[in-house]
Structures are given as C-alpha cells and as structure tokens.
C-alpha cells in the first residue's frame, strides 16, 4: 500500500481529544493499517495529552466498534479508522477517521467492459419480464446468475466505491458521461453513510433502473457480494493499479454452486449451531432466534451460540450437524470451505426447510 497517497485525517482527532481533554483513547484500524498504527499511536501522543490504546484484536469494518470492554479499562474516546459510521450504537462515544486514496486512474481501460455490459443490461431489459415458471425453472434460475436479476426498469450504469475513493464518484459520473453513460451514484439505506458506498454486507442502494456497474476499489470482496445480491455485470477499475477487469458470471456461478451443494447437504441434518455475533453491528438476536424457531416447527434442534469471532476452531468440536451463521454474512460465502461442517446463511437454511422458494434466483444475505 502506498501510504504517502494516503490520508489519515488525524488533525480532527487531536482536535477533539484536546477540546474535551481526553486522557485515553483506543484507537482502531483495519488490518491493513496495522503496520502503521504504531506511528499514529505515536503522532496523536506527541499532538495531545492522550495516552492510545491500540484495539489489537482483529478488525474488519464498522461493525465491530470497540464497545464496553474498552469502557471499563477506562477508554474515553474511540477513535475508528478507515470505517464509516453504521446505525448502530456501540455505548462509547466514537469519533471516525477518514482515510481518503488520492489514486486518479485512467478511464480508458474499462470503457469496453462498460459497452459490453451496457449490451447485456440493455437486453435484459427488454426480456425482464420472464420470471420463471416452474419449480425446475427456479432451481435453473438459482444456479444462473445471469438470469436472476429482478425485472430491470432501467439499463444505467451505477457507479460504486470502497469507502477511499468515493471522493472521486462526482468527476467520474462527469468522465463517463461524456463516454456516453448514463450514471446513477446509488443512494442506500441507514448502514450506509455515503452515497455510492458499499459494504460487503449491504447493496441497498441498488435499484431497478440499474443495469450494470462500475466499482472504483481493489480486491473482489465488494464486487462479489454486489453481484450476488443483484446479478447485475459489474466492472472493476482499480484505483491502485489503474487496472481494469470485471466480475465474472463463471465466479458468481461456482459460488452459487457450492450454496446449492451446501442447501442439498443440510437437508438431513438435525441438529444446528446458530451463530450470533457479538459485534454490534452484526449481532441478529432476532433472526437468530427465528431460526431457532423454524428449526423446531421442521423437528430439529438449534443452539444459539454467542460469539465474538467466528472460526473454524472455535466452532467445528461442537457435536452439531450444520451450523448456520447470522453473524458477518459474508463467513458463510467466503469462508465456509474452511470449516468441517455445513455452514450456510439464514436464507439458505430457509431454502432447505422449504420456508422460501426459488423463484427469484438466491437472496444475498444482506444486513440493512
Ligand atoms: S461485511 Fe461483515 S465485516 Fe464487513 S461490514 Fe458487513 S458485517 Fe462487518
């Protein structure tokens, strides 16, 4: 990463650790700026009269605000980096460090993708209205994700971003119109702070007069979730590299693949690990419990198991058949080869027990 085009914004941090005269302050980052958390430790020391707490523990987005724990070591400011604020309350006053990426790529590279897809958008529009029919057609439709989208309304290009280069979102939409795009920044709902913003856990911007996308960012964590959660093409410019690419429907499918594998392996099984996270902006106590609940109506047992990080060797002893994970969304898709047992998503466990059908192709599991 370079980190001479980055900025970390800790001058309003000082700021407002002097205006209330903070004495300890934890400061959190995500886990690629741990390197770097030292010297930041080191900066806001040096500026203030604080002492920092570094939140050591693993860190990977909003959801997981330092919370009480930190309140009784005495913490009286968190200062979250590199995150947005969610709606959630984690009980301790949290102030929120931007970081912002300077990187300026060339739009040329992905002006073909964009055509392309356009294309695809374009004549799933004029055939959106062929939802299908039978059960085996829906079955059909779940494993294509390239037939699942909800009817189109619309075949703009929606324009997206991981959260240091949203800056960048109003002169693209002026760059890609003037290629000859019509460009929407989607608007989402309360979890989401900016517009364009995506979260691995929530697309609730998306809207049917979407047809395909653009996402400003690196790494495939966004666009895999965005293209699960709409089914829409989605191209990829990266900020870092200036490279272009796109998310293939082939990935999609594979992942759809294995949901399906683990749908069909779960039929059988009758006993279940619920998880719920304890991070504040994953915990589901409700859905959680509603999983339960469902599980008993079908004749199996579910055990709701409370927990703070979720891994293979925290949960694979327990003597369940499958677990089901209402915790980060994205343990179950991205991780779910890692553990011995079945683990799937509210939605999929739903699916097996015959509670939801098919016939809209796969829900993502989305946190709103
Ligand atoms: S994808 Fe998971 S880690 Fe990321 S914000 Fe959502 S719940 Fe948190």
Redesign the pocket.
């Given at each position: 990463m370079d980190l001479d085009r980055h900025d970390f914004e800790l001058d309003d941090l000082v700021a407002k650790i002097k205006e209330n005269d903070h004495r300890l302050v934890a400061l959190q980052v995500p886990e690629g700026l741990k390197m770097q958390a030292l010297e930041m430790m080191d900066s806001i020391e040096t500026d203030s009269a604080a002492k920092v707490v570094l939140a050591a523990d693993p860190c990977?987005?909003?959801?997981?605000l330092v919370h009480d724990k930190m309140k009784l070591m005495g913490v009286e400011l968190v200062a979250h980096m590199g995150?947005s604020q969610?709606n959630i309350d984690s009980g301790m006053p949290t102030h929120f460090i931007p970081v912002t990426y300077d990187g300026d790529p060339e739009l040329s590279p992905v002006l073909p993708l964009l055509t392309q897809h356009r294309a695809i958008a374009e004549s799933r529009l004029a055939s959106s209205s062929d939802l299908p029919e039978s059960e085996e057609q829906a079955k059909e439709k779940f494993l294509d994700a390239v037939g699942r989208v909800a009817p189109l309304e619309g075949a703009k290009l929606g324009l997206v971003g991981s959260i240091q280069h949203l800056h960048l979102l109003p002169d693209y939409v002026k760059r890609l119109e003037k290629a000859g795009f019509d460009v929407e920044i989607p608007i989402g709902g309360e979890r989401l702070t900016f517009p364009g913003q995506v979260?691995?856990?929530?697309y609730s911007g998306d809207d049917p007069s979407i047809g395909h996308y653009l996402f400003l960012g690196s790494g495939d964590f966004h666009p895999i979730?965005l293209v699960l959660h709409t089914g829409k093409p989605l191209a990829m410019l990266d900020p870092y590299t200036g490279e272009a690419t796109e998310m293939s429907f082939e990935r999609i499918e594979r992942i759809l693949r294995q949901r399906f594998g683990y749908i069909m392996q779960i039929a059988d099984c009758k006993t279940f690990g619920i998880l719920i996270?304890e991070?504040p902006?994953?915990m589901r106590r409700n859905l959680a419990l509603r999983m339960k609940r469902m599980l008993e109506s079908h004749g199996k047992k579910g055990y709701l198991l409370a927990m703070d990080h979720v891994g293979p060797d925290l949960i694979d002893f327990y003597p369940v058949d499958a677990f089901v994970n209402t915790?980060?969304?994205?343990?179950a898709i991205d991780d779910a080869v890692k553990y011995a047992k079945p683990l799937v998503t509210p939605y999929e466990l739903e699916v097996s027990l015959g509670e939801k059908k098919w016939e809209h192709g796969y829900q993502f599991d989305e946190?709103p």
């Open positions: 990977y987005g909003a959801c997981d995150h969610m979260l691995g856990c929530n979730g996270g991070k902006g994953q915790a980060c969304p994205r343990i946190i």
